[in-house]
């Protein structure tokens, strides 16, 4: 078999009939990769005149890119680069052979616009079908979409593998959880594909309306899109008896299906024979060996309307070291647990949400639902987490909430290094998104202009 021309050939048929690349021999991959990424180079070289300048400032050719090592010596590109050269600046095809735009979210910024080629479509699907399948998702199952249909990669990203793959798609996109449930229920969906953030919301909604989401017949969740932690699985596989998945993806690479867990849960598999992983130092730029955690930094090694040559992704992680127990050759990162920009400071610690997710979520009589709300007073930086709590404890004595206010504060400061105010409120009390959770609201720069 052709590797090299397999995403091109793909179809869903071809892909359970031909060996999966998810086991390709690692010298084989190594191979593989290296043919890829000579032809991205030259690609990117000849067809994307930022590439050709950037290429030029450190002194190289594409012909001086060989191999894989070699890969260290290009310079990044970042997130600005895109926004600078908007809407088209990166394209390495004419219009007329882009198929799809997609973009990224904006939360940030000015947002950017994504091209897809037909073969970029395919290596996607591809990958996509990949990731699915090695959660479990097969032709028997209904797949109930509640990723955002749009611009956003979500909905689409999930919607054309898992058709591919022969299931029942229910492309019911995000928002509105009491009719998530009646469609769970009544179509009989077996595979939940949403932000975890948002199954949460539905969890809660079943809750009130006395439905049990265990009954249903839910058997394995695709979350992503959003950072979440290991206390956040436990509450969601409690909530609804499904095998949670993590997924992680990002629009400028090609959406979600950049990599995924495997059942074995150590995790998430990059689907290296088209993104090719490396972590680096935030502030050094120095490529970081296995095992330590950096910024994570990702080439296309087949899209055509859009290479990306080193993305500095903002996403922080480390490469698993080793081989994974389910025999993949793929090599696995750690979950996402955060960006490199998401961290704040209180009185010179730094700080990173996800740590005080797993310290509040640890403790019972939380709720998933949280916020950390960033002030400025005297030009000192405070930091609140706000908490809700299960009416249980409300109805309970005052003591009961004193109790859980210092045990909460306590578990923080262990995992943060610095002490930080909780406020517990009553449950439904903060904001919902039905895609993306907004964590950290800062209002530090509104409290200097005021
Ligand atoms: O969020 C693509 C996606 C859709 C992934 C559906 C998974 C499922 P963007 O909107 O471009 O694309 O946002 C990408 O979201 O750089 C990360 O910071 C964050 N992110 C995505 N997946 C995960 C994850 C989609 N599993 C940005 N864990 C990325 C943590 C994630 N963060």
């Not at 949400?353 to 709300?373: D, F, M, N, R, W």
Request: aromatic share 6%.
């Amino acid at each position: 078999m052709d590797h090299t021309s397999w995403p091109l050939s793909l179809t869903a048929q071809s892909f359970r009939a031909g060996p999966s690349p998810d086991f390709l021999p690692p010298a084989e991959l190594r191979q593989l990769q290296t043919e890829r990424l000579r032809q991205t180079v030259q690609l990117a070289y000849d067809k994307v005149p930022l590439y050709r300048q950037r290429l030029a400032e450190v002194g190289l050719v594409p012909a001086d890119v060989r191999t894989l090592d070699d890969l260290a010596r290009l310079p990044f590109v970042t997130k600005d680069d895109l926004r600078d050269g908007y809407p088209l600046g990166l394209f390495a095809v004419p219009m007329g052979e882009v198929v799809r735009l997609h973009a990224s979210s904006g939360t940030t910024g000015r947002q950017v616009l994504v091209p897809y080629t037909r073969a970029d479509l395919g290596v996607w699907t591809e990958a996509m079908i990949r990731t699915l399948v090695r959660f479990g998702v097969g032709p028997h199952d209904v797949v109930q979409n509640a990723y955002g249909y749009g611009l956003f990669t979500g909905g689409l990203g999930v919607h054309y593998a898992a058709e591919a793959i022969g299931a029942t798609v229910v492309p019911i996109s995000g928002g509105n959880a009491e009719r998530q449930i009646d469609v769970m229920r009544d179509f009989g969906t077996t595979v939940l594909c949403s932000t975890p953030s948002f199954f949460l919301q539905v969890a809660d909604r079943a809750q009130e309306l006395g439905v049990d989401l265990r009954r249903l017949g839910l058997r394995v969740g695709v979350f992503g899109a959003e950072p979440w932690s290991e206390p956040m699985r436990s509450r969601i596989q409690q909530a609804a008896d499904i095998e949670a998945f993590d997924i992680y993806g990002l629009a400028e690479i090609v959406g979600p299906g950049v990599a995924g867990e495997c059942p074995v849960h150590q995790g998430l598999h990059v689907l290296e024979d088209h993104f090719f992983p490396e972590i680096i130092d935030p502030a050094s730029g120095c490529p970081l060996p296995d095992g330590e955690e950096g910024e994570l930094v990702l080439t296309t090694l087949s899209k055509q309307a859009m290479p990306m040559l080193r993305y500095r992704t903002g996403d922080v992680t480390a490469i698993c070291p080793g081989p994974c127990p389910c025999g993949s050759s793929l090599r696995r990162i750690l979950r996402v647990s955060h960006r490199s920009d998401d961290l704040f400071i209180v009185r010179g610690v730094n700080v990173y949400p996800s740590q005080i997710e797993s310290a509040l979520l640890a403790v019972k009589g939380t709720l998933p639902h949280y916020q950390i709300v960033l002030t400025e007073q005297d030009d000192q930086e405070r930091a609140e987490v706000r908490v809700e709590v299960t009416p249980e404890m409300f109805s309970d004595r005052i003591g009961v909430l004193e109790e859980l206010q210092e045990k909460l504060t306590r578990r923080i400061r262990q995992a943060a290094g610095v002490g930080i105010d909780v406020r517990l409120v009553e449950p439904r009390t903060l904001a919902r998104s039905e895609g993306k959770a907004r964590r950290v609201v800062d209002q530090r720069h509104k409290d200097k202009a005021s």
